[in-house]
């Protein structure tokens, strides 16, 4: 079964340092593509960034960037100089290029203090 | 530009009795559809997928069941509603499997 797993359900960390949230997934497919989604207060699902599991380039968008070790199968997001506006929930997802199943972690709570 | 729309926002309906909650996607054809559930506190769970008109997938057998009866149209219902189908409910498209999900603002719905 393909499954994703976000270990930590809640993190803080404060104003303007950096964090990383963890994500572990588990395909037995070789070209899939990867997702970080921000979900806050709001309940709106924001797309974060995506990778490409073909690319060994590290996907980065403005202060988010990602650590994908394919190997490993492991995606974690880093944020870098974190805003209070970052305080959301945050989910990791995938998707094989053969199916149309887009599945979720459980999430990480993340809270940005001032 | 594609948007999509989903309604109502918020319901609230006691048990045993039907539900209907639906989703319409402007701007693009023959999208992928779907359905997700999340519950309070916990990460979201495919319900149902469409890869095309009449196309429905189910990923979680129970009372819930999903129609698509136009290309860009994706409705989510159940006959008698349980406690246990409370929750946040997303409907989403995709254009391909490369493409990521964009979601509707979701609905808020409590079965008392």
């Known amino acids: 079964a393909q499954t994703v797993t976000q270990s930590q359900p809640e993190m803080s960390v404060q104003e303007a340092e950096t964090v990383t949230l963890s994500c572990t997934y588990d395909?037995?497919?070789?070209?899939?593509?990867l997702f970080w989604y921000k979900q806050p207060p709001s309940r709106q699902m924001i797309l974060v960034i995506r990778?490409?599991?073909?690319?060994?380039q590290n996907a980065t968008e403005n202060r988010f960037s990602v650590n994908f070790q394919k190997a490993a199968k492991s995606f974690s997001l880093k944020i870098s100089d974190s805003q209070l506006g970052d305080t959301a929930m945050y989910f990791c997802?995938?998707?094989?290029?053969?199916?149309?199943?887009?599945?979720f972690g459980t999430g990480t709570r993340l809270k940005v203090l001032a | 530009s594609q948007t999509i729309h989903q309604w109502p926002a918020t319901l609230v309906q006691p048990v045993g009795s039907p539900l209907s909650l639906e989703c319409t996607v402007e701007?693009?054809?023959?999208?992928?559809l779907y359905w997700y559930r999340q519950a309070a506190g916990r990460g979201l769970q495919l319900l149902f997928y469409?890869?095309?008109?009449?196309?429905i997938s189910s990923e979680v057998p129970q009372n819930l069941s999903a129609s698509r009866p136009q290309d860009r149209q994706f409705i989510l219902s159940s006959k008698k509603l349980l406690l246990s189908d409370s929750g946040f409910y997303l409907c989403?498209?995709?254009?391909?499997?490369?493409?990521?999900?964009?979601f509707g603002n979701g609905t808020r719905l409590t079965v008392t």
């Open positions: 990778q490409e599991a073909y690319k060994q």
């Open positions: 997802a995938f998707v094989t290029s053969g199916t149309y199943k887009y599945i």
């Open positions: 395909t037995s497919e070789s070209n899939y593509y």
């Open positions: 701007g693009t054809s023959n999208p992928n």
């Open positions: 469409s890869v095309g008109i009449g196309q």
């Open positions: 989403a498209w995709s254009g391909d499997p490369s493409s990521p999900l964009h």
